[in-house]
Nanobody, 120 residues
Framework: QVQLEESGGGLVQPGGSLRLVCRVS????????VAWYRQISGNQRDLVAE???????NYKDSVKGRFTVSSDNAKNTGYLQMNNLKPEDTDVYYC??????????????WGQGTQVTVSS
């Protein structure tokens, strides 16, 4: 079983910063990608940023220049550094990780979500 544990959310004033952390645990062979999504409505989630094991990254246009996605493969941990936060960034953020378990089976797992609130 692969589990994702998120942390780092909270309340911050506009212009402030937060760093979200996603720790991947379990019998993992490798992690191919770590991505961050925000909740739109119901079960719909919108991609905010992602990083691949190659180092390639992808960002939603609205966060480019403000958010930075990174990962520490040795620690199976992903990060989302959020700077210059705006009220419209307020949402629940979810971590997603994809990769292979020991034995070769692929996993596609989600964290429990962490609330980010940007308000004065």
């Amino acid at each position: 079983q692969v589990q994702l544990e998120e942390s780092g959310g909270g309340l911050v004033q506009p212009g402030g910063s937060l760093r979200l952390v996603c720790r991947v645990s379990g019998r993992i062979l490798n992690t191919v990608s770590v991505a961050w999504y925000r909740q739109i409505s119901g079960n719909q989630r919108d991609l905010v940023a992602e990083i691949f094991s190659t180092g390639a990254t992808n960002y939603k246009d609205s966060v480019k220049g403000r958010f930075t996605v990174s990962s520490d493969n040795a620690k199976n941990t992903g990060y989302l550094q959020m700077n210059n936060l705006k009220p419209e960034d307020t949402d629940v953020y979810y971590c997603n990780a994809r990769g292979q378990r020991l034995g070769g089976l692929w996993f596609d797992s989600w964290g429990q979500g962490t609330q980010v609130t940007v308000s004065s």
